[in-house]
Structures are given as structure tokens and as C-alpha cells.
């Protein structure tokens, strides 16, 4: 890792650590400690990140959306805190380039892995946090969240499915299993869905074509989960 990474870094997150200390720790993966003096990875920040990054996500939308039940708020803040979308803002701010990685891990392209830059991205936050306290941690997490928290709060409950289940399900570090059948003649075919969950299904649908019969088993079992029940 060099200054001029570390300095980029700073000035993607438009935040000048006074205890630059924080920062370089919290860009160490545990793949590193075997390789170095190194006796801590960012798993510790990153724990810390995690809960800044829900504060300041969950406040902001409280704030902006006063019209939206819990349940739209919650539905709005799973879609912008997962792996995915915090491994595409991680890229967007070329943090990858930062991270101390053991050479394994490098030899891997761990420094484009989603799982690792969203973690990394967390642990980030923690030391934003650490350095200059909530209102600092918070300002960058609107900075960069704000465009996706506004694109995802147009129509919450008018969203692809099938993408909301996928983003729904990271979180629990789970995929879904679609299976799909079809009935009737060539001319006006059925098809009926089923979307599981670790063998368990979880929601079914059915629709004219198998595009609109995932749909409805993803929302079903998005529903599902939602409430509760899976």
C-alpha cells in the first residue's frame, strides 16, 4: 500500500483522517497477518462500519421518506445495504487498490472480489467513524449512497422481483433455486414457478410465460420473508 493509494482513497471519501493509522488498518485483509507483523485485520472496523453504515442509511431515510411505512423504509434500505451494492461503490472508489492482501489472495483477484470490497468498504466507515466521530461517517455514506437510496425509493413496491429476492437473500448469504414446469398447448401455454431457498421453497407463482411466473414466486417469497414466515 502506498501514500499516493491512501491518498486517492481520502479523496474518493472527501475525508482527510487526522489518524491516518485507522485508515491503513482498516485495509487489511485477514489475508494478510500470515504474511506480515500485522497482528489485526479489518474484520473488528469492519464490524463497527457495518452498524454506522445502517444508522446513517436508516436515519437519512426516516428523514427523506416520512410518507413510507416501515415496512416500504426497510424494503428501500436492504436494496442499497448488501454485498452487491457496496462492492460496486467500493469499485467506483477504487478501493480495491488499497487493500493489503496476502499474496494468495492477490493471485486470486481478491482485490475485485465483491465479498472482499464490501467488507473493506465497511471497515472503511468504521475508521471514518473512529477518526472524526458519526456526523463525518455519515456524510460519507449519504455522499455515496444517496444516488442509489433515490433511484431504489422511485417505486419500491413496483421493483424487479426476482432482483429484490437476489438482494434480500445476500444479506443471509443464501441464493435462491428456480424450477419452473409448463402445462397446455403450444399456443397458450402455463407455466407455474417455484423459488427455493436450501432445498426449502419458500414461493410459488404462475404467469404466461416463465419470466412472469419467477416474477410472481420471487415475490411471494419476497413477501415471505418479509413478514416473517421463511
Not at 446513517?56 to 423504509?73: C, M, N, Q, S
Given at each position: 500500500?502506498?501514500?499516493?493509494?491512501?491518498?486517492?482513497?481520502?479523496?474518493?471519501?472527501?475525508?482527510?483522517?487526522?489518524?491516518?493509522?485507522?485508515?491503513?488498518?482498516?485495509?487489511?485483509?485477514?489475508s494478510?497477518?500470515?504474511?506480515?507483523?500485522?497482528?489485526?485485520?479489518?474484520?473488528?472496523?469492519?464490524?463497527?462500519?457495518?452498524?454506522?453504515?445502517?444508522?446513517?442509511?436508516?436515519?437519512?431515510?426516516?428523514?427523506?421518506?416520512?410518507?413510507?411505512?416501515?415496512?416500504?423504509?426497510?424494503?428501500?434500505?436492504?436494496?442499497?445495504?448488501?454485498?452487491?451494492?457496496?462492492?460496486?461503490?467500493?469499485?467506483?472508489?477504487?478501493?480495491?487498490?488499497?487493500?493489503?492482501?496476502?499474496?494468495?489472495?492477490?493471485?486470486?483477484?481478491?482485490?475485485?472480489?465483491?465479498?472482499?470490497?464490501?467488507?473493506?468498504?465497511?471497515?472503511?466507515?468504521?475508521?471514518?467513524y473512529?477518526?472524526?466521530?458519526?456526523?463525518?461517517?455519515?456524510?460519507?455514506?449519504?455522499?455515496?449512497w444517496?444516488?442509489?437510496?433515490t433511484?431504489?425509493?422511485?417505486?419500491?413496491?413496483?421493483?424487479?422481483?426476482?432482483?429484490?429476492?437476489?438482494?434480500?437473500?445476500?444479506?443471509?448469504?443464501?441464493?435462491?433455486?428456480y424450477?419452473?414446469?409448463?402445462?397446455?398447448?403450444?399456443?397458450?401455454?402455463?407455466?407455474?414457478?417455484?423459488?427455493?431457498?436450501?432445498?426449502?421453497?419458500?414461493?410459488?407463482?404462475?404467469?404466461?410465460?416463465?419470466?412472469?411466473?419467477?416474477?410472481?414466486?420471487?415475490?411471494?417469497?419476497?413477501?415471505?420473508?418479509?413478514?416473517?414466515?421463511?
Amino acid at each position: 500500500m502506498t501514500d499516493d493509494a491512501l491518498g486517492r482513497l481520502e479523496e474518493a471519501l472527501d475525508h482527510r483522517f487526522a489518524d491516518r493509522s485507522l485508515l491503513e488498518q482498516a485495509l487489511v485483509h485477514r489475508s494478510y497477518l500470515a504474511e506480515s507483523d500485522t497482528v489485526e485485520s479489518f474484520e473488528r472496523m469492519e464490524f463497527l462500519g457495518d452498524a454506522v453504515l445502517q444508522l446513517a442509511v436508516t436515519r437519512y431515510l426516516y428523514d427523506t421518506f416520512p410518507e413510507l411505512p416501515e415496512g416500504e423504509l426497510a424494503k428501500i434500505r436492504a436494496a442499497v445495504v448488501n454485498e452487491r451494492v457496496l462492492a460496486v461503490i467500493a469499485r467506483d472508489m477504487d478501493l480495491g487498490r488499497a487493500l493489503r492482501l496476502g499474496h494468495g489472495e492477490e493471485l486470486t483477484g481478491g482485490r475485485d472480489k465483491s465479498s472482499i470490497l464490501s467488507d473493506a468498504i465497511e471497515s472503511v466507515l468504521g475508521a471514518v467513524y473512529l477518526d472524526a466521530g458519526f456526523r463525518a461517517a455519515s456524510q460519507v455514506v449519504l455522499a455515496k449512497w444517496t444516488p442509489v437510496i433515490t433511484e431504489r425509493a422511485k417505486a419500491p413496491g413496483r421493483r424487479d422481483y426476482k432482483t429484490r429476492l437476489q438482494e434480500l437473500l445476500a444479506q443471509r448469504g443464501q441464493t435462491p433455486r428456480y424450477d419452473v414446469s409448463d402445462s397446455g398447448p403450444e399456443h397458450a401455454k402455463a407455466f407455474t414457478a417455484t423459488v427455493s431457498i436450501d432445498g426449502t421453497v419458500v414461493g410459488t407463482g404462475s404467469g404466461t410465460s416463465k419470466k412472469q411466473a419467477e416474477q410472481n414466486a420471487a415475490q411471494a417469497a419476497s413477501e415471505a420473508i418479509d413478514a416473517g414466515t421463511s
